[in-house]
T-cell receptor, first 114, second 110 residues
Framework: EAGVTQSPTHLIKTRGQQATLRCSPI?????VYWYQQALGLGLQFLLW???????NRGNFPPRFSGRQFPNYSSELNVNALELEDSALYLC?????????????FGPGTRLTVL | DAKTTQPPSMDCAEGRAANLPCNHS???????VYWYRQIHSQGPQYIIH???NNETNEMASLIITEDRKSSTLILPHATLRDTAVYYC???????????FGAGTTVTVRA
């Protein structure tokens, strides 16, 4: 069974540009979570999508947005990139949203903003 | 507010059991204990979770004390590939998101 996949593996952008990150969940999973992990910092929750709808978002500015498609894959968009957006962006999926469901992570997309 | 406390680091000899402690003295009745690990620059990997009974799977065993205030993750035969940061998390109720603390950096030595 294929795990969570993310693309691209690495992404290099300059300040002010936009970045689009993609995630495909494990087959049968309807919830997708996005996290940011900056160097030396812990996991920061970004967004949670379930059944095509945004269920919750973390404490990030509106230039971080995303969507979930009918096939449950998801995109994370970051507009007006800033240097501090450089981080590992992780996507996770689970069977159903909420608690008590283990989340399985993808390998991440390393975003570097120059 | 940290829900769990873990030692910052520990070493383990290859082939030996690695016992990773975690304190969660404020855990409530409906909260589970989860363990994840993260190998350098990779996505976190789910290991195991439990409520009050001991659990075992192909990766590890989880021993939870009777009062549920602490637990131990056991890697029965550590290999070099088990070198990673291990995170103990308490989760339940409406905790839809994961929050990792600093974790324990485990180094398995040959």
């Amino acid at each position: 069974e294929a795990g969570v996949t993310q693309s691209p593996t690495h992404l290099i952008k300059t300040r002010g540009q936009q970045a689009t990150l993609r995630c495909s969940p494990i087959s049968g999973h309807t919830s997708v979570y996005w996290y940011q992990q900056a160097l030396g910092l812990g996991l920061q929750f970004l967004l949670w999508y379930d059944e095509g709808e945004e269920r919750n978002r973390g404490n990030f500015p509106p230039r971080f947005s995303g969507r979930q498609f009918p096939n449950y894959s998801s995109e994370l968009n970051v507009n007006a990139l800033e240097l501090e957006d450089s981080a590992l962006y992780l996507c996770a999926s689970s069977y159903r949203g909420g608690s008590y469901n283990e989340q399985f992570f993808g390998p991440g997309t390393r975003l570097t903003v120059l | 507010d940290a829900k769990t406390t873990q030692p910052p680091s520990m070493d383990c000899a290859e082939g030996r059991a690695a016992n990773l402690p975690c304190n969660h003295s404020t855990i409530s009745g409906n909260e589970y204990v989860y363990w994840y690990r993260q190998i350098h620059s990779q996505g976190p990997q789910y290991i195991i979770h439990g409520l009050k009974n001991n659990e075992t799977n192909e990766m590890a065993s989880l021993i939870i004390t009777e009062d549920r205030k602490s637990s131990t993750l056991i890697l029965p035969h550590a290999t070099l590939r088990d070198t990673a940061v291990y995170y103990c998390i308490v989760r339940g109720g409406n905790d839809y998101k994961l929050s990792f603390g600093a974790g324990t950096t485990v180094t398995v030595r040959a």
